[in-house]
């Protein structure tokens, strides 16, 4: 990439910068220091405003380049990723976000709590949230790290490494000084700019074509090299069984992993009633549904504009494929529309990371003061204000955070991303689903449920040829495989809701009926809820 490339997308990076920067300075002046303020926002975001901002939490880097990448490299079985993402969503708006929203108050462990022994429920809830928001954490600076080999031309491991600091600091700055009430601002400012972006640039590409989506079909099955299998099924996942069953495993982990996703949780709490958190999710579908429509369309565009070949000889993953399009529908790479439109998906791709690390980090910061300092610290101790503690919390995963991004940079981002989900529907969602519907219910239940989940999944990660056993693979050199699948979700899921269920057949703890009552009625009806 040119001088002039790398010039005009660090001027427009830097732009976004000061102006969240200057977002979170605003709002630092202005709070008032609680709790409620600091994790919520104080509950005053208005049902389109959190659409926004769930909309600019969960539409990551990965979706805006890896996703866009598969599709241009693998045709129909790239879509499938945009079909787990978006469904995902049916499950939240429907048994999630008003339930969560009127049972809790701050973390996953409010919903659990209400009705069990809450120190052991804390502990095991807390655990999974901030294993689940760290492994998110490390995709999103392993992105980082390397957009600026793909994007800004920094090729070298001491730009990419310095990229990831600086990432991880600023993070930090967001979350510390703004709390929710900064950090919704940036997603909501990081959305308007990514759906923008993704609007300029689907314009562009059926223009190319006269809107004629036939010819940018066929047009993009003649360049991939695989004719009509190329819009069929089966070109990356139909080899063979192994396969087919990784790639179950991917979708239900992606479909059932966003309900227990904690900084999308957390988002609930921000709106100030129940009936304002069902209204904000319909606008976070409307939003996130058109913005992969265009993803799709952007796939298929660069694989009949740049050619899969192009898109896989300047990145195997194939990461590079939107800002390759960008270029080619700008005029070329020496052009003045070329730059410029380079320079915005640049921009677009920093400012997409740095607005998801932030909800991340503050979701996990809060698992920390709410749910584990508070249950972990001795009685006798003077206690520290939860906020105080909060954005302690948010310096030290943020240097956590660093330090696995830095070790973990060559590593594949959207396993990492998948691993996240996976792991979120393994340990988070059964727990939840059981608190929310089942009236026996019990502590060692909860408990099991999200240790039943959290632990397989992580061992059958590094069991898998991720890990080992192969080229690609995170040790190649050594073979301990003994798991097939890349993907844990298959098995890891069943256990998680399986552990719930026999902890709970086999606790001679007795149902409270009382507190389900009670929760139930709060969770229906928002009568009691913070």
Request: net charge positive.
């Amino acid at each position: 990439m040119t001088r002039d490339h790398q010039t005009l997308a660090l001027f427009l990076f830097s732009a976004f910068v000061a102006v969240t920067l200057a977002i979170t300075t605003w709002v630092s002046r202005n709070r008032r220091g609680s709790a409620e303020e600091f994790y919520a926002g104080g509950r005053l975001f208005s049902p389109m405003e959190n659409g926004f901002a769930i909309a600019g939490d969960y539409m990551s880097a990965a979706s805006f380049l890896g996703v866009t990448g598969l599709i241009a490299l693998y045709g129909y079985d790239g879509l499938l990723y945009v079909v787990g993402f978006l469904v995902a969503w049916l499950l939240v708006l429907f048994l999630v976000a008003e339930l969560v929203r009127n049972c809790g108050r701050f973390t996953l462990a409010d919903v659990v709590a209400a009705r069990m022994s809450e120190r052991p429920v804390r502990i095991a809830a807390g655990t999974s949230s901030v294993t689940v928001s760290v492994l998110y954490l490390v995709a999103q600076m392993v992105g980082a790290g390397s957009l600026v080999a793909l994007l800004l031309g920094g090729t070298s491991q001491a730009a990419r490494a310095w990229t990831v600091i600086g990432v991880g600091a600023l993070m930090v700055v967001y979350v510390s000084l703004g709390g929710m009430r900064a950090t919704t601002w940036i997603q909501i400012v990081k959305a308007v700019l990514l759906l923008g972006g993704t609007v300029a640039l689907t314009v562009l590409v059926l223009l190319r074509f006269h809107g004629d989506l036939d010819r940018l079909l066929l047009t993009a099955a003649e360049r991939s090299g695989h004719g009509d299998a190329f819009l069929a099924p089966g070109l990356k996942y139909g080899g063979d069984w192994t396969a087919r069953f990784d790639f179950i495993s991917l979708g239900l982990a992606l479909v059932l992993g966003t309900a227990g996703l904690p900084h999308i949780l957390s988002r609930f709490y921000t709106v100030p009633t129940a009936r304002a958190a069902r209204r904000s999710v319909l606008w976070s579908i409307g939003l996130i549904g058109g913005y992969y429509l265009m993803t799709i369309l952007l796939g298929f565009g660069a694989a009949a504009i740049v050619g899969p070949d192009a898109v896989r000889g300047s990145n195997a993953a194939g990461n590079t494929a939107v800002p390759l399009l960008a270029l080619d529908l700008g005029g070329g790479a020496n052009s003045t529309g070329g730059t410029v439109l380079f320079a915005v998906v640049a921009a677009v791709a920093f400012a997409t990371i740095l607005a998801v690390v932030a909800g991340i980090t503050l979701a996990s910061s809060a698992s920390v003061a709410h749910d584990l300092y508070a249950s972990l610290r001795r009685r006798s101790a003077k206690p520290r204000s939860e906020v105080a503690v909060a954005r302690i919390a948010s310096v030290g995963i943020g240097v956590v955070a660093i330090a696995l991004g830095l070790l973990a940079r060559d590593l594949n981002v959207a396993f990492l991303v998948g691993l996240a989900f996976a792991v979120a529907a393994s340990a988070n969602l059964p727990v939840l689903m059981y608190s929310l519907f089942w009236r026996g219910f019990t502590t060692r239940g909860a408990v099991w449920a999200v240790y039943g989940g959290l632990v397989p999944a992580l061992a059958l990660v590094v069991l898998s040829p991720v890990v080992s056993g192969s080229p690609e693979s995170l040790f190649p050199g050594v073979d301990f495989q003994y798991f097939p699948l890349q993907n844990p979700g298959l098995v890891s899921i069943p256990l998680g809701f399986l552990a719930g269920w026999l902890g709970t057949v086999t606790s001679a703890e007795i149902p409270d009926e009382a507190k389900h009552a009670e929760t139930e009625v709060r969770a229906l009806t928002g009568a009691g809820a913070a």
